[in-house]
């Protein structure tokens, strides 16, 4: 593909819910990440994958969340029992080959819990 | 806590006038990657910056990377109004870890 593709753009859950938002990266990307930002505030890293590795997952913020990866393909971020501090814009984003190269993101998927 | 710290949170100019963001780390920094997010997009890459020392320049861009590696600045001469948007920057820290400044938010008063 062009690029990476983030589905869906925009959602809105009720409080207590569980939502899954899928990415996917550029075809080759062998590294994926997933980042969290707040409205006027900088990004914060939540997981990412290498090829075949175990994911690093030091930064999700609750058990809560949870991220697979199919491959070096697409990948689900899952949030379960959403709360209204969840609410954000979830970028994914991904390089090639090597770990933290040059990124290229998503446009992101905009969450509003309500 | 914040690894990377970025300073100032907001800047207003003139067109036409210069802007400099700068960044920070209490921690030696593999390398450093600069990131534009223009308002309602999504952050993209400008550059990285490996070697101690070292100064890019992308048109009226100038990107440094201290001696230390440790501190990192963005500068723009002559500001435009397409420069408007947010301007992180992300250091490396290890093998593993990039931690994203919280942003310098850029506004150009045409």
């Known amino acids: 593909g062009a690029g990476v593709s983030q589905s869906p753009s925009n959602k809105v859950t009720e409080k207590g819910k569980d939502v899954e938002l899928r990415c996917d990266p550029i075809?080759?990307?062998?590294?994926l990440y997933w980042y969290r930002q707040r409205l006027g505030q900088g990004l914060e890293f939540l997981i990412y994958?290498?090829?075949?590795?175990?994911?690093?997952k030091s930064g999700l913020p609750s058990d809560r969340f949870s991220a697979e990866r199919t491959g070096e393909s697409v990948s689900t971020l899952t949030i379960q029992r959403t709360q209204q501090e969840d609410s954000a814009v979830y970028l994914c984003?991904?390089?090639?080959?090597?770990?933290?190269?040059?990124?290229?993101f998503g446009p992101g998927t905009r969450l509003t819990v309500t | 806590g914040q690894q990377v710290m970025q300073i100032p949170q907001y800047q207003h100019v003139q067109e036409g006038e210069d802007f400099t963001t700068y960044c920070n780390s209490s921690?030696?920094?593999?390398?450093i990657q600069w990131y534009k997010q223009r308002p309602g997009g999504h952050p993209v890459f400008l550059i990285q910056?490996?070697?101690?020392?070292e100064v890019k320049k992308q048109k009226r861009l100038t990107f440094q990377f201290g001696e230390a590696k440790k501190n990192s600045s963005l500068h723009i001469t002559a500001t435009q109004t397409t420069d408007v948007g947010t301007y992180f920057c992300?250091?490396?820290?290890?093998?593993?870890?990039?931690?994203f400044g919280t942003g310098t938010r850029l506004t150009v008063i045409p």
């Open positions: 984003a991904s390089s090639l080959v090597l770990s933290w190269n040059e990124q290229y």
């Open positions: 075809s080759g990307h062998t590294a």
């Open positions: 994958f290498q090829g075949n590795s175990a994911p690093d």
């Open positions: 921690t030696t920094l593999s390398n």
């Open positions: 910056l490996v070697k101690s020392g």
């Open positions: 992300a250091g490396q820290i290890g093998a593993n870890n990039l931690f």
